[in-house]
């Protein structure tokens, strides 16, 4: 599975950006679609993950509310749409598909559990 992120930019905190992930290579089925990030010096964090059928979500504590995650099983995209946005969400964004294996659960939120990723997307949120 390859995966190529896109969408990010700079907003000011309040806005909005929606960030996109296609996937090429195989297909979604079966798989836990996430979302992570990263910030300077700390560790990838888990953002926001979705189930292959798209009826089951999850999403960090800190972005719940937030942040929405949906996918396009005909695009072959995973999306996610943030509003609200504050300086703290400020990270490289990235977006990874899980094996078939895997299985939806709470696994769905550990960067352990995803065997692809893209490349990231920079998201800035100035104050």
């Known amino acids: 599975v390859q995966l190529q992120a896109s969408g990010g930019g700079l907003v000011q905190a309040g806005g909005s950006l929606s960030l996109s992930c296609a996937a090429s290579?195989?297909?979604?089925?079966?798989?836990?679609m996430g979302w992570f990030r990263q910030a300077p010096g700390k560790e990838r964090e888990f953002v926001a993950a979705?189930?292959?059928?798209?009826?089951?979500?999850f999403y960090a504590d800190s972005v719940k509310g937030r942040f929405t995650i949906s996918k396009d099983n005909a695009k072959n995209t995973v999306s996610l749409q943030m509003n609200s946005l504050k300086p703290e969400d400020t990270a490289l964004y990235y977006c990874?598909?899980?094996?078939?294996?895997?299985?939806?659960?709470?696994?769905?939120?550990?960067?352990?559990?995803?065997?692809?990723w893209g490349q990231g997307t920079l998201v800035t949120v100035s104050s």
């Open positions: 990874a598909a899980s094996s078939i294996t895997t299985g939806w659960g709470p696994q769905s939120m550990s960067k352990g559990s995803y065997d692809y």
């Open positions: 290579g195989r297909s979604f089925s079966s798989r836990v």
């Open positions: 979705v189930w292959w059928s798209g009826s089951n979500t």
